[in-house]
């Protein structure tokens, strides 16, 4: 069974979705594949995880870096569930490439390469967004691309975190919005 709760950020509405395991979700109201895996037979009801969730998020928003964490629970494939353990690891007010993930992933895996664009669809199909910081995911050539809750909260996150956003550029054609 999962559980929902609404979250009031400043940049829209958040739906957060837990289970017994941890957070299993969180996504920005209308953005792309929202509420993707979430259980039809979910219920509205506080738990532990989400107001643990809605805490983390509390801090983050006010432009600190939280020091505690939120238990998760992927629900997705291997592959997507080893890329999204790789964006945890993307410091606070950090970015990296996603041929930089796919460099990390093929060393783990024992392979000379792997495809950035694989990375680029588990990435964009990661369900706990900004916990799970896919908005730190950039493109080689320093495009900002990508981001299922839409361009401007990408951007805000990442000015949120103070990121230097000077070698950073919106492509001209749209992406995962």
Not at 14 to 20: C, G, N, P, R, V
Not at 146 to 173: I, N, Q, T
Request: aromatic share 10%; proline share 5%; with cysteine.
């Amino acid at each position: 069974m999962q559980y929902i709760e609404p979250y009031h950020s400043p940049l829209g509405d958040i739906l957060l979705a837990a289970d017994d395991v941890g957070l299993t979700g969180l996504w920005f109201e209308g953005q792309k594949y929202f509420a993707l895996r979430l259980d039809p037979e979910h219920t509205g009801q506080e738990t532990p995880v989400l107001e643990q969730a809605r805490r983390w998020l509390d801090v983050y928003f006010s432009g600190r870096e939280p020091d505690f964490s939120v238990p998760l629970h992927f629900i997705g494939t291997a592959f997507q569930k080893e890329v999204w353990e790789l964006l945890c690891e993307i410091p606070y007010g950090q970015t990296c490439t996603y041929g930089e993930i796919a460099g990390k992933l093929a060393s783990r895996r024992g392979l000379r390469h792997l495809s950035a664009q694989a990375v680029g669809g588990a990435v964009g199909h990661n369900a706990v967004s900004i916990i799970v910081p896919c908005h730190r995911v950039v493109g080689k050539n320093g495009s900002l691309t990508g981001y299922a809750g839409g361009l401007d909260k990408k951007e805000a996150l990442l000015r949120l975190e103070k990121v230097d956003m000077s070698a950073f550029f919106r492509p001209k054609r749209g992406t995962a919005q």
